[in-house]
Structure formats: C-alpha cells, structure tokens
C-alpha cells in the first residue's frame, strides 16, 4: 500500500512491548505495552504534536520512527510500519538494518530533551555540530566548518564560539547547539523529544518560535512530543493525544486545544494553567483512580477505569478513531463535538 501523496511519514499500526524479566535467570516474566497499534500521518511540512502524560509511549513513538529502539534495546519487540518518502522512495525504516539504515540517517534527525547530557562533553560545540556531516555528507573540510558556523548563527549564537564547550553554555544555548546538530544534513524530518521540558519558561517560547522559524526556511516536518498541551498548541497545525498507548483524539491543533472531544483530552487540557488571573478558570476536571500499569491493561478502552461515561460494552473492544467533525477524530463512540470550552 502506497502512501498518500501528501504525507512524509505514515506510521501503521505500530505497536512496541518492553519484555520484563525476573528469576534467577532472567526470564521474560511479562511485558509491557508501551506502543499499543498507532496509526499516524505527518504531512509535508506540518508540525504534528504528539502529546500525554508520562509513559503514555509517545517518546517511544519518536525513537521507533527514526529506527534507534532495536539497536539500543535489541530484546524489544516492535510491530507494524514507519513508511518515509525519502529521495529514493517509500522506505519502510523498521524493515532496516543497522547498515542499511546509516544512509537514511541524515533525512530523519532527532532534538533530545535534556540539553545538558544530550551533547558530549569532551567535544567543543564545532566538533559537535560537524560529527553527523563526517557521517552523512560529503562535503569538504572547509565546507562542514562553514556550515558550522552558519548553523550557529541561525539558532541565535556566534561562529566564534564553536571552540568552546557544551558547559561553558546555558541550558537554552545548549538546546540550540542541539538544534544545530539536528539541522547539520538538511534533513526532512525532525523528531522533537520534549525539546522545551528541561528549560525555563521564558526560555521555552524563545525555543519553539526558533523551531518555527526554521521550519519555514528548511521546509521541514516536526514530529513534536511534549506533555504539555499549551506549549503544542503554539506550535502545532494538528495534535495527537495519548493515553497508555493508545491515541485518543486527533485533530487541528486549535480545535484540540479549544474544543477537546475525548474525557481524557478534557481533563488534560483543564490541567492548563491560566496565565490571566482576570480570566475565570475552567473548572478542573478530575479523574479518580490510578492510571492502569501497560503490564496490565484494562481490557477494551485502556481509558475506561478511569472515564466519566464508561459504559459496559467499553470492556469489550479499543474503540478506533472516529470523525467527530472535520478532520477531528476520537476514540470513543459515546462522545460528539460540543461547545468551546472557554
């Protein structure tokens, strides 16, 4: 099956289980579901925010599509398609080696979360931001340094500092060291692991509106992972929301952010602060329980232990992606679009 002619990246039905071990030797004694049958598209050009609490799987999206989860963690078991139109083609990533996925590397790129150990501390910032251009270009000496040094004047710092090193920077210089990096092959893609979360407030918005910037002027696709809904809503044409593996709710990013469909979305979003103490706060939603270990998970909807309006028959089966109004979707056949929450 050919991909859409829009989309850069198509993920299918991508599911990713964790082997737990115990015993004397070691024995698979269960396992967990970190990835539980994801479908996503990522249009050309478009930023698409991946976002949900902590272990929800959506960092472990991010490493499987671009191919490092089975050679850093060789027993995890990984099913399903990263299909990428790259200059030579549609590629399906998971279906590569490690050889044959070293010529690849320089499309897809990847910003960590945490500048201050993402970036090796023996090397200057120059050296740094040159090391994927040994690798994955074939430009000169001369060329690779010139690069350098542009790079670093497009995420805001100087070509003369690229002889020093990482912990002569703060962590939001060192973040555009690592945006540097990224943009060292011209890819076509960039995962953002949570490039925000390790920084200061103030420091955040001046990271995203870079990311922004940049985005237009090398025609690049953001996949950007963050827990934070405010913080994707700037950023993103269209959001995902996940919950123990699963999305959730799907749509543009306004709408998600304005007018969430799901319960789940609902109580994320009403989490938000209020940055305007004149503005009336929304009322808090507040979920009871406990979210489900992904050892265990709850049969049916993985949301339903938890859910305002479970029913029975949630039990039965995962709900799938419906189209609640244009280009929205949600997982779950009981709730419709409603009114803008305010």
Known sequence: MSMKPENILEVRDLKVKFPVTGGLLLRKVAEVKAVDGVDLELKRGETLGLVGESGCGKSTIGKAVINILKF????????????????????????LSRHEMRKHRGFIQMIFQDPYSSLNARLTVGQIIEEPMLYHTDLSKSQRLDRVAWLLEKVGLQAEQSKRYPHEFSGGQRQRIGIARALATNPKIIVADEPVSALDVSIQAQVINLLQELQGEFDLSILFVAHDLSVVEHISSRIAVMYLGNIVELGPGKDIYHNPIHPYSRALLSAVPVPNPKKKKKDRVILTGDVPTPMNKPSGCGFR???PIARAECAQAAPPLEAKSEGHFAACPYVTAGEAIS
């Open 72 to 95: 850093s963690s060789p027993d995890v078991d990984i099913t399903g398609e990263v299909w990428v139109r790259a200059d030579e083609g549609e590629i399906d990533f998971l279906k």
């Open 305 to 307: 232990t938890r859910c």
